[in-house]
C-alpha cells in the first residue's frame, strides 16, 4: 500500500487538521474533530448538514460554506460517524429555524443519522427534518445499503437545497426541494482499479488488467457486472443508457451533466468523458446547460468514474448558478 | 494501460472540446484546437500566454480566466506546442499592449516559444517578453531541461502576474513581477507511482512497491534519489528542507503553501501533507498565510505529490487574493 500518510490511526485527524488550517476562512474544526462548520452562521437560516464516511473527499467537508452546507460530520474511512457528533453538530449550527440532514443511503449512515434525530427531538426546542439521496441506479440494493446507493448526485442536492437555504426557505420547504432535486438525479459509476482502504493495507477487489466494474459502488462495491475495458464512449454509452432508461425525461429537458472521478483518474480524461456523455445526451433529445467535472465524490484512490444526469428547471437552475463559496466549489 | 479513452490519438482533441463545452461561460477554443483562449478579452491588457504539453491539467488551459492568463497552447501529452500555435494565440488575444509568455523551463517549451516570440517581433506591430519558470530545486539540470525545471510554481507565477495584469501594468512591469514571483517560489516533488504516457502504453519508469523517487519531475524524470517509502512527515521535511535551504527566507516572513496532486493521490492524504507541511514551515519560523491545496499540474496518472513554498510581500498577497474566474482556480 503506497500513500502519503504517517500512519493507519492518525489519516483522518490529520487530514482534517490540513483542511481546517487550509480553509480557515470558510470553516472551523469541532471539539475532538466531530464536525467542521462554517465560521460564520446566519441566524434564521435553516442548518444543512450532511456527513458520512471518510474517503470520499472533497465530499462533506468540502462542501461547507456560504450557499451549501453549514456542517458535515466525517466518520473513520467508511465508516458512518457517530450520532453523537451528529447531535453536536446540529446544537452548533442549528440558530433555531431547524436543521435539514442530508443523507446518502446507507444503511449505517441512514441508522446514525435517524439516531441523532430522535435524541435532538427529545431533547426538545429544535426541529429536525432528512433528505435521503439514492440516485445510483447500478444496483437496487447493495451489500451497503437497502435500496439505491446515494453517491455524486448528493452534492446536487447539497448545492441546490443550500442556496435555496440562504434565500430563507423554510424547513419543509427545503426538505421538499431536497427530495425533488433527487428525484430527478441519476448516477452510475465504473471503475478501473480497486480502492485500498488503508487499515486493509490492501485493494479491496481484484480486477484484470483488461477488465472494468460497471456500477461499482463509492467503497468498491460490486456493481452490474464486470466486463472487458472499453472505450470511453461505449462506457458512457452504458452508464448513460442506464440512466436514461430510469430518468425517462422529456424531449428537451434541461440537464446538468456532472462528471466525477474517483481520485485516481486524471482531468484530462473526466474532460474526454465529458465530450462523449455530452453527444449521447444530446442525441436523446437533452439540452445540457450545465457542467461540473472534477474528483468531488471519491472512492479513496480509485481510478474511474461517474456520471450523473440532473433535470434541471428554471428555478433549480437558477439555485444552481447561485454564488457558493466552499472548500471544493467556488463561483 | 487501463485509461478513459476511445484511441491514443484523439485523447487530446477529445478532451479539449470537452474542456471548451464545460466552460463555454469562460473560453473558447481556436481553429484546429491550436490553443484556448478567454471568450472576452480586456483591450488595454497585456495578455498572458503560456502553454506547454498536455498530460499536467488543469495547468495550463484551466487557468484561463479573468485574473489569470488570456490564452494557452496545448502541444500533445508531454509535447512542446509547436510554435504556429502560439503565434496564432498571440494574434488572437494580443489587444495592442503587448504580450507576456510564461514558459515552463524545457527545452522544447522554450525553444518553441522563443520562434514564435521572433517570428511575432519579425512580423511587426506586437510586443512580446517572456517569463521562464524553474522554480523545481530536485536537480540542477535534467533529461528535459538545460537548468531547473519549471513545475507547480508556474500557477503561482501565472495567478500574481495575471491578477497584476488587470490592473494594467504594462509589458515589462508585468515580467518583473514575473521574475520576481518565480525567483521567491521553490517546489519539490515525490512520486508513489509511475505515469502512464497513452502512446507507451507502458509505465515511463519502474518503482519498487516499497519505493518513491524524491525529486521526480512532472513527466516522470528523474529526481534526486530513489529511496525506501517512508511516512508523510519525513517525506514533507525532505521536500521542505531542499526548498528552505535554496531559498533561505528571513525568519517571520509570510509564504504561501502549495501542496500540488500529481492526480493520482486523493485530497485526504493531500490535506495530510498540508498538517505535516506546515507544522515544518512554522517551525523554521515562516508565516504561512495563504493554501492551496488540490492536482494542479498534474503527471497524467501519477500518484505522489509536489510542495511548494512562495514567499510573499504585501503586494504579492493582495494579488494573489484577487478575484480570478477560470476553470480551475476560483475565488
Same mark, same amino acid.
Given at each position: 500500500?503506497?500513500?502519503?500518510?504517517?500512519?493507519?490511526?492518525?489519516?483522518?485527524?490529520?487530514?482534517?487538521?490540513?483542511?481546517?488550517?487550509?480553509?480557515?476562512?470558510?470553516?472551523?474544526?469541532?471539539?475532538?474533530?466531530?464536525?467542521?462548520?462554517?465560521?460564520?452562521?446566519?441566524?434564521?437560516?435553516?442548518?444543512?448538514?450532511?456527513?458520512?464516511?471518510?474517503?470520499?473527499?472533497?465530499?462533506?467537508?468540502?462542501?461547507?460554506?456560504?450557499?451549501?452546507?453549514?456542517?458535515?460530520?466525517?466518520?473513520?474511512?467508511?465508516?458512518?460517524?457517530?450520532?453523537?457528533?451528529?447531535?453536536?453538530?446540529?446544537?452548533?449550527?442549528?440558530?433555531?429555524?431547524?436543521?435539514?440532514?442530508?443523507?446518502?443511503?446507507?444503511?449505517?449512515?441512514?441508522?446514525?443519522?435517524?439516531?441523532?434525530?430522535?435524541?435532538?427531538?427529545? +431533547?426538545? #426546542? &429544535? %426541529? *429536525?427534518?432528512?433528505?435521503?439521496?439514492?440516485?445510483? !441506479? =447500478?444496483?437496487?440494493?447493495? @451489500?451497503?445499503? /437497502?435500496?439505491?446507493?446515494?453517491?455524486?448526485?448528493?452534492?446536487?442536492?447539497?448545492?441546490?437545497?443550500?442556496?435555496?437555504?440562504?434565500?430563507?426557505?423554510?424547513?419543509?420547504?427545503?426538505? +421538499?426541494? #431536497? &427530495? %425533488? *432535486?433527487?428525484?430527478?438525479?441519476?448516477?452510475?459509476? !465504473? =471503475?478501473?482499479?480497486?480502492? @485500498?482502504?488503508? /487499515?486493509?493495507?490492501?485493494?479491496?477487489?481484484?480486477?484484470?488488467?483488461?477488465?472494468?466494474?460497471?456500477?461499482?459502488?463509492?467503497?468498491?462495491?460490486?456493481?452490474?457486472?464486470?466486463?472487458?475495458?472499453?472505450?470511453?464512449?461505449?462506457?458512457?454509452?452504458?452508464?448513460?443508457?442506464?440512466?436514461?432508461?430510469?430518468?425517462?425525461?422529456?424531449?428537451?429537458?434541461?440537464?446538468?451533466?456532472?462528471?466525477?472521478?474517483?481520485?485516481?483518474?486524471?482531468?484530462?480524461?473526466?474532460?474526454?468523458?465529458?465530450?462523449?456523455?455530452?453527444?449521447?445526451?444530446?442525441?436523446?433529445?437533452?439540452?445540457?446547460?450545465?457542467?461540473?467535472?472534477?474528483?468531488?465524490?471519491?472512492?479513496?484512490?480509485?481510478?474511474?468514474?461517474?456520471?450523473?444526469?440532473?433535470?434541471?428547471?428554471?428555478?433549480?437552475?437558477?439555485?444552481?448558478?447561485?454564488?457558493?463559496?466552499?472548500?471544493?466549489?467556488?463561483?
Amino acid at each position: 500500500m503506497k500513500k502519503l500518510i504517517n500512519g493507519v490511526e492518525t489519516i483522518l485527524d490529520e487530514s482534517l487538521d490540513g483542511f481546517a488550517a487550509a480553509h480557515a476562512d470558510i470553516v472551523t474544526l469541532g471539539e475532538g474533530r466531530r464536525f467542521v462548520r462554517r465560521r460564520t452562521l446566519s441566524p434564521g437560516k435553516v442548518a444543512l448538514i450532511s456527513g458520512g464516511g471518510s474517503g470520499h473527499e472533497p465530499l462533506h467537508v468540502g462542501f461547507v460554506g456560504r450557499g451549501m452546507l453549514d456542517a458535515a460530520c466525517p466518520g473513520q474511512v467508511f465508516t458512518s460517524p457517530t450520532p453523537d457528533q451528529m447531535v453536536e453538530a446540529i446544537a452548533a449550527v442549528d440558530t433555531g429555524a431547524g436543521c435539514l440532514l442530508i443523507v446518502k443511503n446507507y444503511e449505517g449512515d441512514v441508522m446514525n443519522f435517524e439516531m441523532a434525530g430522535e435524541m435532538v427531538r427529545e +431533547a426538545g #426546542g &429544535r %426541529q *429536525v427534518a432528512t433528505v435521503l439521496t439514492d440516485d445510483d !441506479v =447500478a444496483v437496487p440494493t447493495s @451489500t451497503w445499503s /437497502a435500496g439505491r446507493r446515494g453517491v455524486a448526485g448528493t452534492l446536487v442536492v447539497e448545492k441546490i437545497v443550500g442556496a435555496a437555504a440562504e434565500q430563507s426557505l423554510g424547513l419543509a420547504e427545503l426538505a +421538499a426541494l #431536497g &427530495r %425533488q *432535486v433527487n428525484a430527478r438525479t441519476r448516477s452510475m459509476g !465504473v =471503475a478501473l482499479t480497486s480502492c @485500498t482502504v488503508p /487499515a486493509a493495507g490492501k485493494p479491496t477487489f481484484e480486477l484484470g488488467a483488461d477488465e472494468m466494474e460497471l456500477g461499482v459502488g463509492i467503497h468498491g462495491e460490486p456493481g452490474r457486472k464486470r466486463a472487458k475495458l472499453a472505450t470511453a464512449d461505449a462506457i458512457a454509452e452504458a452508464l448513460l443508457g442506464a440512466i436514461i432508461a430510469d430518468l425517462a425525461p422529456i424531449t428537451g429537458t434541461e440537464c446538468l451533466l456532472l462528471v466525477n472521478g474517483f481520485s485516481g483518474t486524471p482531468l484530462m480524461e473526466l474532460y474526454l468523458m465529458v465530450n462523449a456523455a455530452r453527444r449521447i445526451l444530446i442525441g436523446r433529445g437533452l439540452r445540457v446547460t450545465r457542467y461540473l467535472t472534477g474528483s468531488y465524490v471519491t472512492s479513496l484512490d480509485m481510478a474511474g468514474c461517474s456520471l450523473t444526469v440532473s433535470l434541471l428547471d428554471e428555478r433549480t437552475q437558477a439555485l444552481w448558478d447561485a454564488p457558493v463559496t466552499t472548500a471544493a466549489l467556488c463561483w
